[in-house]
């Protein structure tokens, strides 16, 4: 899900179906990533997170899977309903300042076609 | 708890103007975060603050930036002189307990420097 110029990567879908967001991260070192939804004209949400020493976590409608071999997770939503556009935001923690900060990637942006 | 409340919403002003942005945290939270968003260059995190100090400001961009916490209830980020280059989506955010906390954001400062 890493961005390409001023443009985002973008998913489109229809109503119903199941949504894969693809997320790429560079530290080997990280151990705990975070999924954010930014709706348009908001902030950021938190919709869930993942440590390192997992491989999958299930929430409501929402699935992320962690690859640390080849450092990638994925957000999958199932049964994608149009109130899931928005631009999706993986994160990992890096250290600043002495303490690990959420460092953001650039965002992918889901539409969903009623 | 009404969440992170940023002022103004939106904000446009003249090049060489001063800007000033405010954001309440949530209550109880302790840490709080100033992050800057534009298309090219994604969510940048300015500065954070732990318990009203400042632990990381190499995110702000220039002497230009300048960020206060005078309480646990208050901060401000300002822009003096503003440029154009300034122009972008500034968000605040505050979390508990620190970076693995997830953190709650405000709907953001549209900022718009002419």
């Known amino acids: 899900g890493e961005s390409v110029g001023l443009h985002l990567p973008t998913l489109s879908v229809q109503e119903g179906d199941n949504s894969i967001i693809n997320c790429a991260y560079s530290n080997s070192a990280s151990d705990y990533f975070i999924w954010y939804k930014q709706e348009s004209g908001k902030g950021p949400q938190f919709i869930i997170d993942?440590?390192?020493?997992?491989d999958k976590r299930q929430g409501q409608r929402v699935t992320v899977l962690l690859n640390k071999t080849v450092k990638h997770l994925s957000l999958q939503i199932a049964a994608t309903q149009p109130g899931d556009s928005a631009v999706y935001f993986c994160?990992?923690?890096?250290?600043?300042?002495?303490?690990?900060?959420?460092?953001f990637g650039r965002g992918t942006s889901l539409i969903v076609h009623p | 708890d009404a969440g992170v409340i940023q002022s103004p919403r939106h904000e446009v002003t003249e090049m060489g103007q001063e800007v000033t942005l405010r954001c309440k945290p949530i209550?109880?939270?302790?840490?709080l975060f100033w992050y800057r968003q534009t298309m090219m260059r994604g969510l940048e995190l300015l500065i954070y603050f732990n318990n009203n100090v400042p632990i990381d400001d190499s995110g702000m961009p220039e002497d230009r930036f300048s960020a206060k916490m005078p309480n646990a209830s208050f901060s401000t980020l300002k822009i003096q002189p503003s440029e154009p280059r300034d122009s972008a989506v500034y968000f605040c955010a505050s979390s508990l307990g620190g970076a693995r906390e997830k953190l709650f954001f405000g709907s953001g400062t549209q900022l718009s420097v002419l």
């Open positions: 209550s109880g939270h302790d840490y």
């Open positions: 994160a990992d923690l890096e250290i600043s300042g002495g303490s690990y900060i959420p460092t």
């Open positions: 993942i440590r390192s020493n997992m």
